[in-house]
């Protein structure tokens, strides 16, 4: 299934996934639920090997949005990005997806479609803040898991206020 073109309205803010930059951050919505990754063989066969529950994860980035519950690792978004906004989240945290929902990467992890730990892996938009909007990884992906709109920035906005008031 596509990732819902609504999610910032259907879903909450359920994480913050911070650049260890300092600077940067992208949030996660939830609650997931399952998609073409819980359906799409390899995936499952890989979970079974890692010995990790599939679990709904959620959407992981606001105007470069990838939903992990969607994504089956194919990797064509990595590929086809001329600005590196993604990378491979296992290739730097080798956790469970749901451990991702709230984390911090430096983005030292493998931008290369081939380079994929296994198909656990989840395309991370760690690079969400460099995007230019040219649609390419929305187009190559094959069950539609990304969705990219500037105007999404509203609600980063607007949730990263949220997050300020919440900490204050
Ligand atoms: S829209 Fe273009 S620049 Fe932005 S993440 Fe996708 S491929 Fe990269």
């Not at 259907?10 to 819980?38: E, K, L, T």
């Not at 890692?50 to 959620?58: H, I, K, Q, T």
């Amino acid at each position: 299934m596509p990732i819902d073109p609504k999610f910032p309205t259907n879903h909450n803010v359920i994480g913050v996934h911070n650049h260890a930059d300092g600077q940067h951050y992208h949030f996660v919505w939830g609650p997931g639920s399952f998609s073409d990754a819980s359906e799409d063989a390899d995936v499952r066969e890989a979970y079974y090997t890692r010995r990790e529950d599939l679990v709904p994860v959620g959407v992981h980035g606001t105007m470069v949005a990838v939903d992990w519950d969607s994504c089956i690792a194919d990797g064509s978004c990595l590929q086809a990005c001329p600005v590196n906004v993604f990378q491979w989240y296992r290739t730097e945290n080798d956790v469970p997806a749901i451990g991702m929902v709230n984390a911090t990467s430096g983005g030292t992890g493998s931008n290369v479609k081939e380079e994929r730990l296994d198909a656990t892996d989840k395309s991370d938009p760690i690079r969400e803040h460099e995007c230019i909007w040219c649609m390419a990884c929305v187009t190559v992906c094959p069950p539609k898991a990304v969705k990219v709109d500037q105007e999404n920035m509203h609600f980063h906005i607007v949730a990263s206020d949220t997050s300020i008031t919440m900490n204050t």
